[in-house]
C-alpha cells in the first residue's frame, strides 16, 4: 500500500519560499497569483499492513519524523494501489 503525506508549514509560520515564489510570479505577468507556500511530498510504501493499521501508523509517522509539529502541519491519503 502507498501513502501520500503532505507536509506544509502552518499558517501563522512565515513562508519565505513561498514569498520569493509568489513574487517571481508576479514578475512574469501572473499578478492572479494572491500567495503560494511551499511544503514536501513523502510517498511511502507499507507492507503487511491493514489500512486500519495503516491509519494509526502513518499520523505516529508523520508527527515523529517527517513534520516538525511546531512549525507544520501534515495531510495524507492512502493511494489505490
Known amino acids: ?3 501520500r503525506i503532505l507536509v506544509s508549514l502552518k499558517e501563522s509560520v512565515l513562508d519565505p519560499q513561498g514569498q520569493t515564489v509568489r513574487n517571481a510570479l508576479h514578475t512574469l505577468g501572473y499578478n492572479q497569483v494572491k500567495d503560494v507556500r511551499q511544503g514536501k511530498v513523502f510517498e511511502i510504501e507499507l507492507e503487511g499492513l491493514g489500512r ?3 491509519e494509526k501508523l ?3 509517522i508523520a508527527d515523529r519524523v517527517l513534520a516538525n509539529p511546531i512549525i ?3 495531510s495524507w491519503e492512502i ?3
Open 1 to 3: 500500500m502507498k501513502v
Open 52 to 54: 486500519a493499521e495503516a
Open 58 to 60: 502513518i499520523p505516529e
Open 72 to 74: 507544520e502541519k501534515f
Open 79 to 81: 493511494m489505490e494501489t
